[in-house]
């Protein structure tokens, strides 16, 4: 058992602490940390709250109780216990209710492009099938795809756009012409050597800098 006292006999790792409920210590998820369901953290990813992309929209880079940083749900959003991404509870107020990841053991069904796969410790989750990934809706779709009618299908702090991508098959979040991505936050940035923002006189030599 663990000791709320001392906080020894939960996993660190998984950023849980030990609260005592009802006489009975127990490990459980501090608050607004909640557990995700394919890595079984409290919270998401670990970040840098200095870098504001380091979190998926619409997460947000918060301090743990161990003194680094995960990201986590915002306001009026909670984890689908089926893909663990952040969902709106407005939009869809379900999310809130959730209590079962095991899909085959009373928990949500699998959506298409998904399939039930067994974890090791024998608990299931729905997972995108081959060549598929989560997009921001929670929705498994190939890498990097969009929706060009979601204005929000793609990430707007990295100024991205939803365009057809190179082999005309599908909609993905690229930067626009002439820019180019940022090798640190991913963001989009334009060289402003080659535009008429360029104020630069005629006899000197322009250097495009990372502020986008």
């Known amino acids: 058992a663990c000791n709320p006292n001392t906080q020894t006999g939960c996993d660190r790792s998984l950023n849980e602490i030990c609260v005592e409920e009802n006489g009975k210590p127990r490990c459980q998820c501090p608050k607004m940390f909640q557990r995700h369901p394919l890595t079984h953290v409290c919270g998401g990813d670990l970040c840098n709250p200095q870098v504001l992309t380091s979190c998926p929209h619409p997460e947000a ?3 743990t109780p161990f003194g680094n940083f995960r990201c986590i749900c915002p306001e009026d959003y909670a984890r689908d216990m089926r893909s663990g991404v952040c969902v709106s509870t407005k939009e869809n107020p379900q999310i809130a209710h959730q209590v079962d990841s095991d899909c085959s053991n009373g928990g949500p069904k699998c959506a298409d492009g998904e399939q039930c796969v067994r974890d090791a410790d024998g608990s299931h989750h729905c997972a995108c099938g081959s060549g598929m990934e989560r997009n921001r809706n929670g929705k498994c779709a190939r890498p990097g795809s969009c929706d060009p009618n979601d204005a929000n299908s793609c990430d ?29 936050t991913d963001v989009c940035l334009r060289n402003e050597c080659l ?5 630069c006189d005629r006899s000197a030599r322009c250097i495009d800098t990372d502020d986008g």
């Open 61 to 63: 880079c918060t301090p």
């Open 195 to 199: 535009t008429p923002e360029n104020d």
């Open 156 to 184: 707007q702090r990295k100024r991205e756009h939803c365009l057809m991508h190179p082999s005309g098959n599908y909609y993905a979040c690229q930067c626009s012409a002439g820019e180019h991505r940022h090798p640190a």
